[in-house]
């Protein structure tokens, strides 16, 4: 009787658990603590959280290799986003070289036009300056035709005086022959040759450059 009991109240090797264990039906504590834990688990909380980073998610770009693909699509994207800037800023240069050019034509044909009119008023002009000296006689005399005149003439000076023009006597000034016409030449007492001694015709400007030369007599 004795020898038995010893014998139950033996360990026995089934996966850790006692015999006498089974008999009260309470674990035995101390052969759970005695189980060997296995080598290849790391149970710490650093652990488990390193592994929870560096599982692989699904649908993960670097894990399916979307990463290139996109790359490659922004670069794409980048290289078309430049060509159509490139393309802008041409069409731009383009607009505004169109729009000095049309500004400069615009400007040349209004030049050529005020110029066109100054020249069909020239002649009215150069009569009325022959009318002037003409009635000088009857100025004099009270008449009121040569001031008539004179204010015509005036206010035709001051129209063309308005968009450029310009009357110039050149008398006592050296030859230019860009801007005065020689009717002749000939000595004059006191004149220095090749100064203009006389004026025929006085010339006329528009915006600075010779719009008719004045017509003179040269001394020589």
């Not at 504590?29 to 980073?53: G, L, N």
């Not at 607009?95 to 110029?115: P, S, T």
Request: glycine share 8%; proline share 6%; net charge negative.
């Amino acid at each position: 009787m004795t020898s038995r009991r010893r014998e139950s109240a033996a360990p026995a090797e089934d996966g850790g658990v006692s015999r006498a264990s089974e008999a009260t039906g309470e674990p035995d504590f101390k052969a759970v603590e005695q189980a060997p834990a296995s080598a290849d688990v790391d149970a710490s909380p650093d652990a488990v959280e390193r592994a929870a980073v560096e599982a692989p998610v699904e649908g993960d770009p670097l894990a399916t290799g979307d990463v290139e693909q996109d790359l490659e699509e922004l670069v794409a994207r980048a290289a078309e986003r430049d060509e159509y800037l490139a393309l802008a800023q041409r069409t731009q240069a383009d607009f505004e070289n169109y729009r000095k050019r049309i500004g400069r034509d615009l400007a040349a044909a209004e030049a050529r036009g005020v110029a066109r009119l100054a020249k069909e008023l020239l002649p009215a002009l150069d009569n009325l300056s022959l009318a002037l000296k003409a009635g000088a006689a009857d100025a004099e005399n009270g008449g009121t035709l040569a001031e008539g005149i004179r204010l015509v003439y005036a206010d035709l000076l001051a129209a063309l005086a308005r968009v450029g023009v310009k009357p110039f006597s050149p008398e006592g000034e050296p030859f230019d022959p860009e801007r005065h016409e020689a009717m002749a030449q000939q000595p004059f007492e006191g004149v220095e040759s090749g100064t203009v001694a006389e004026v025929y015709q006085q010339g006329y400007l528009i915006d600075g450059a010779v719009l008719r030369p004045a017509r003179v007599v040269v001394a020589g």
